[in-house]
């Protein structure tokens, strides 16, 4: 029965088709049909405002829920109670509405916004706002839907703690054996509610990420990159004006999923944002020179552990380019392959590795790598670049700050975007360790910029075009 199928299905016949569809739609039908079918889930979907999220998380999939399963409780959290109530009149009206089709009615005498009981079961539900008790009320299911106001109480450090304690100690310990629970929200902060899971707990959780703009190849609609989540309501256009009025840092939150927190000493988003290009854009661009730099887990930086694996080329006008992001936490073999593959693909002349940490060891393991390369045939005749050791004499600020100088100066492009990358950069402030994807990026950048070696590089550059290297 069309009823039973999905919250979508159920919305679409009641509504006589009114009620719009979307593929990301479709995404939050799939956890509440999971949990009607009795698996225990924990989701944890993040997606833009105004896509539909509440609609279909906090009122048709509820709804369709206590048809399927009338004995069980619901619970619904908002970030205050009167939206809480809102979603839970919603429902309560739809149930007079459609209580004939739908095979459902409220008990006599319990109808409030805020909680109402089925008539013939124990199932209901419960509406409360984040930080509201729940003393004795229990549920089988819990959708928590924008946990979070806005972005003042997203900037608080007190405000995040309340709703993590709440969230720990109120709303998981209200969980019936076998229950589950549903959070869909907006990002705001890298330490809010959805953060907190993702850094503690991620493994127990499906995560569902669906920014605005589909960000990378593995996007869990499986969109092409850039390629809006819900074309029919905001096509590229309309998001890229939305963009121009919310500010970067806005954008890159609540649109992209991707919270940056504020800027650091060194480097502003503007810098970054104001000087992106596209890759279309970019196949234009006549090139001098093509280096990849690599910076190993290990050595200064204690961030995140991981290798920076960073693309990046100079133009014969001496702006520079930054191509490809490639890092992440691997092993000495795997960032060995990943780095000459790089090299591989974009045809580089070099390949930069910071050697005041184990240098000789990184040549060899970038020299084992690229020997595996060819004999496996990955080469495509390319003779290995030449590696280039950088001993850092100075400290990670004095580093930096001449390539923050290109950056403000307008010389340095992304190609596309690079969120990692990127918000390490805006949010280091001198004194702290610096991330591996920056350092490598500092690399990459210094060694093209520095009038010196861009000199010897290009020569190399050209004696490889003309002995057939590349």
């Known amino acids: 029965m069309a009823l039973d199928r999905s919250p979508g299905a159920m919305a679409a016949v009641l509504t006589d088709g009114r009620e719009m569809q979307a593929a990301h739609l479709a995404k939050i039908d799939a956890a509440f049909e999971r949990v009607a079918s009795g698996q225990p889930t924990r989701l944890l979907l993040t997606m833009p405002p105004r896509h539909g999220k509440s609609r279909r998380a906090a009122r048709w999939g509820p709804l369709w829920y206590l048809r399927r399963r009338p004995e069980h409780r619901v619970m619904?959290?908002?970030y205050s109670s009167d939206l809480a109530d809102d979603h839970g009149r919603w429902i309560r009206d739809a149930i007079q509405a459609y209580g004939p089709q739908l095979g459902m009615s409220l008990r006599a005498g319990s109808s409030a916004a805020n909680r109402f009981d089925l008539a013939g079961t124990e199932g209901g539900a419960v509406m409360a706002g984040v930080g509201g008790g729940l003393t004795g009320k229990g549920a089988h299911l819990a959708v928590v839907d924008d946990p979070i106001k806005d972005a003042q109480e997203a900037s608080s450090p007190t405000m995040r703690k309340r709703l993590w304690e709440w969230w720990q100690a109120v709303l998981l310990t209200r969980i019936e054996p076998g229950g589950s629970v549903i959070l869909i929200q907006t990002r705001w902060d890298e330490d809010d509610l959805a953060g907190r899971i993702l850094a503690d707990e991620r493994d127990r959780w499906t995560v569902i990420d669906l920014p605005a703009l589909a960000l990378a190849d593995d996007d869990a609609l499986g969109r092409e990159v850039g390629t809006p989540l819900w074309p029919h309501r905001y096509d590229t256009n309309a998001l890229a004006e939305i963009r121009r009025s919310v500010g970067e840092r806005v954008w890159w939150s609540l649109y992209q999923q991707q919270p940056r927190p504020q800027e650091g000493g060194v480097w502003q988003w503007s810098w970054i944002a104001n000087n992106r290009i596209s890759a279309a854009r970019f196949r234009g661009v006549d090139l001098a020179r093509i280096v990849v730099a690599v910076d190993p887990a290990g050595g200064e930086s204690t961030v995140g552990d991981e290798t920076g694996i960073v693309a990046a080329a100079r133009d014969r006008d001496g702006h520079l380019y930054?191509?490809?992001?490639?890092?992440?936490?691997?092993?000495?073999?795997?960032?060995?392959?990943?780095?000459?593959?790089?090299?591989?693909?974009?045809?580089?002349d070099a390949i930069v590795v910071e050697s005041n940490y184990g240098g000789d060891m990184s040549r060899q393991i970038l020299h084992q790598a690229w020997t595996q390369l060819q004999d496996e045939d990955h080469t495509d005749g390319m003779l290995m670049p030449a590696v280039l050791s950088v001993t850092a004499k100075h400290g990670k600020r004095l580093r930096a700050e001449p390539i923050a100088q290109l950056y403000d100066q307008g010389r340095v492009h992304h190609v596309g975007e690079w969120p990692a990358l990127e918000q390490q950069m805006v949010t280091w402030v001198a004194g702290m360790d610096s991330p591996d994807r920056m350092d490598a990026a500092v690399h990459a950048l210094t060694q093209l910029a520095?009038?010196?070696?861009?000199?010897?590089g290009a020569s190399a550059y050209n004696d490889a075009r003309l002995t057939g290297r590349r």
Request: net charge negative; glycine share 8%; hydrophobic share 40%.
């Open 76 to 78: 619904i959290a908002s």
């Open 450 to 456: 520095d009038p010196q070696q861009a000199s010897a």
């Open 322 to 348: 930054v191509l490809d992001d490639r890092s992440g936490n691997r092993g000495a073999e795997s960032w060995g392959r990943e780095t000459c593959l790089l090299a591989i693909e974009l045809r580089a």
